[in-house]
């Protein structure tokens, strides 16, 4: 197989399927170029990919046209609505036990240092727990979703690494780019965040930041996961081609 397939990058996968909308001609990818690639064959990796969310997510950001948008986004909150669930339990959960050895503290006529310090321990797991929950206002989740979504699908690349989600060490060998952890995309800034939800930038963190960073981090880690499958794909198809 030729050295030309550990010189695409996350940042190619992307402008690959930018690229074969709509078209179907040969294409050249990174140094030395791929050869004989065509839109049937990147259309054909694709259609190759594991079903699931990464699949989904991958197809929704750079090939919008070929799925069911509505159906997606309904998807999206339901996945924001289970987390939000899951942390509003898992602080009910804490704080009735929090209140419960509270309560026992209390009555108790003879304190160990043990029972004070599982006193704190279990408020400071409340205290973080409730840091933890999602704002209560589900009709804002769309327009965060839509946010994210919208944030992940533009070329924000990392400056480090150029988008190609790799730097070369000391002895010139690609590794994980730790700026992006392999993206080769970077968040935005807070304010810019604010603006999309339409708050203003203290807002935002004091509200909105929790829940926007984890359904970026959950949709972006899809995506990534995605586009390494598909390069995988797509260099299993070219490799049967050069075999035969």
Not at 10 to 35: F, S, T, Y
Not at 84 to 109: C, F, M, P, Q, V
Not at 120 to 129: F, M
């Amino acid at each position: 197989m030729k050295a030309w397939h550990n010189n695409v990058t996350p940042r190619d996968v992307r402008e690959l399927l930018a690229w074969v909308k709509g078209r179907a001609m040969p294409m050249q990818v990174g140094p030395g170029g791929i050869p004989g690639l065509t839109a049937e064959d990147v259309a054909g990796a694709v259609g190759m990919l594991t079903p699931g969310l990464p699949t989904r997510v991958l197809i929704y950001l750079h090939w919008r046209e070929s799925c069911d948008r509505r159906e997606f986004e309904r998807l999206i909150l339901g996945i924001i609505k289970r987390e939000a669930l899951a942390r509003l339990i898992e602080h009910g959960t804490l704080k009735l036990a929090h209140d419960e050895a509270l309560a026992n503290y209390e009555d108790s006529t003879h304190h160990t240092e043990r029972q004070h310090a599982a006193l704190h321990s279990l408020a400071d797991q409340v205290r973080a727990a409730k840091a933890r929950r999602f704002p209560d206002q589900p009709a804002m989740w769309p327009r965060l979703r839509d946010a994210v979504l919208a944030e992940l699908a533009a070329p924000n690349h990392c400056p480090e690494c150029g988008g190609r989600g790799e730097c070369p060490d000391d002895a010139g060998v690609p590794r994980l780019c730790v700026s992006c952890e392999g993206r080769g995309l970077v968040p935005v800034s807070d304010r810019q965040r604010a603006r999309w939800l339409h708050r203003d930038e203290s807002s935002y963190r004091e509200s909105w930041v929790v829940l926007y960073e984890w359904l970026y981090r959950v949709l972006g880690a899809a995506e990534l996961q995605a586009v390494q499958e598909f390069r995988q794909r797509l260099f299993g198809r070219l490799r049967e081609r050069e075999v035969a």
